[in-house]
């Protein structure tokens, strides 16, 4: 990036740093990180204070902060050893989505992506509160993705090889799902017919057979006709579904599968609960640094903000500049594109201005430049 879009960009961050400075938990015993021209220009950087942070932070207006999720008692020590590393935050990373193809992209800026890499961050999250009884704070990364953060002491001391466990356990790498079914033989009095009867997941059952039933139970009692296909209810079961949902729900509740499914596509059920797109080697690296909630990504201009635990997510969500206001930059190449649901053309070298989230995006995004 150039000087003069750099300049721009500090003080309009500076301006945003003067109201609403991210304050960071436990912030003496954390290593910082910033960035000005990349995402890091360099590390094992400490504060005793708050208030020398701020300073730091008016001053040098770094375009990227991060901050460990480790805690140390010596954070700005080398090599890493001599920070005398005492505990880390639990944190989950998710920026890739698993298609692009199942919505509308875009490659400027892409909600469709976003929204289905949230999707993920809420499968997380119900994974750490129904089986670690952890709350997670959920962050947007400030670019195209989030972060999850699990704070406290009953995360404080879980070995790298724990977090990876963790890590594995959301993925649903190693499970055999198929193991949660059987088909118990059964013979019918009249006929003498074997019709078997299939056992599977219950209202009683925990952990990623407790996840199954829950997602076949939504599937029920929403009589959502295209999730039932997938997961292999056939024509005919689906009609019985339809026509007496409660019945169906009462078997299901009982682990009865028979009742409305004789051959469940396992591996649709796991895909509907699983976690496919994690970073997990940020989970289980003790030493990474993560970007600061609450701080603006210096790739886009938003603001790195936790989240409520909502169902959808939106960039206006995450705007940390005023759209009424403009800024007036340079493109550097033609852009046809949509921000924030307006439409723009913009002309190479043609002076334009644009709502000031939109300039600030596109000088950070280095497509154009400043007058
Ligand atoms: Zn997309």
């Given at each position: 990036m150039n000087d003069k879009e750099l300049r721009v960009i500090q003080s309009h961050f500076r301006t945003f740093y003067q109201r609403a400075m991210p304050s960071v938990v436990a912030l003496p015993q954390r290593e910082f990180g910033f960035g000005w021209h990349k995402k890091i220009d360099y590390r094992h950087k400490a504060f005793s204070t708050h208030r020398d942070f701020e300073r730091f932070v008016l001053q040098d207006v770094p375009?990227?902060?991060s901050s460990s999720t480790a805690y140390y008692r010596f954070?700005?020590?080398?090599?890493?050893?001599?920070?005398?590393?005492?505990?880390?935050?639990?944190?989950f990373d998710l920026d890739a989505p698993r298609s692009k193809e199942n919505h509308s992209h875009r490659d400027l800026l892409c909600e469709g992506c976003l929204l289905d890499v949230h999707e993920q961050a809420l499968r997380i999250l119900a994974f750490l509160k129904d089986d670690f009884g952890l709350q997670g704070v959920l962050v947007?990364?400030?670019?195209?993705?989030?972060?999850?953060?699990?704070?406290?002491?009953?995360?404080?001391?879980?070995?790298?090889?724990?977090?990876?466990q963790m890590a594995e356990y959301v993925a649903a790498e190693?499970?055999?799902?198929?193991?949660?079914?059987?088909?118990?033989?059964?013979?019918?009095?009249?006929?003498?017919?074997?019709?078997?009867?299939?056992?599977?997941?219950?209202?009683s059952s925990g952990g990623w057979a407790g996840k199954i039933y829950a997602v076949m139970r939504n599937a029920i009692a929403s009589n959502n006709t295209a999730s039932l296909k997938v997961f292999g209810v056939s024509k005919k079961h689906r009609d019985?579904?339809?026509?007496?949902?409660?019945?169906?729900?009462?078997?299901?509740?009982?682990?009865?599968?028979?009742?409305?499914?004789?051959?469940?596509?396992?591996?649709?059920?796991v895909s509907a609960v699983k976690v496919a797109q994690t970073d997990k080697a940020v989970t289980f690296d003790l030493h990474?640094?993560?970007?600061?909630?609450?701080?603006?990504?210096?790739?886009t201009g938003f603001l790195a903000k936790t989240l409520?635990?909502?169902?959808?997510?939106?960039?206006?969500?995450?705007?940390?500049?005023?759209?009424?206001?403009?800024?007036?930059?340079?493109?550097r190449d033609d852009l046809r594109f949509e921000f924030l649901g307006e439409k723009f053309d913009l002309l190479r070298a043609r002076f334009a201005e644009v709502p000031l989230p939109l300039g600030l995006f596109l000088l950070c995004q280095e497509k154009a430049f400043a007058p």
């Open positions: 375009l990227f902060m954070p700005d020590k080398q090599p890493m050893t001599q920070k005398e590393f005492s505990g880390a935050d639990l944190v947007f990364s400030g670019q195209k993705g989030f972060h999850i953060h699990v704070r406290g002491e009953a995360v404080w001391d879980l070995s790298k090889e724990a977090r990876r190693g499970l055999d799902a198929e193991a949660f079914f059987t088909k118990a033989a059964a013979y019918s009095d009249s006929s003498e017919r074997n019709v078997g009867t299939l056992r599977g997941p219950s209202g019985d579904v339809a026509a007496r949902p409660a019945e169906m729900l009462a078997q299901l509740e009982v682990g009865n599968w028979s009742a409305f499914c004789s051959k469940p596509n396992v591996e649709a059920l990474r640094l993560l970007r600061i909630p609450e701080s603006l990504h210096g790739g409520p635990e909502a169902d959808s997510f939106a960039f206006e969500d995450v705007l940390a500049f005023d759209r009424s206001k403009t800024l007036t930059v340079i493109p």
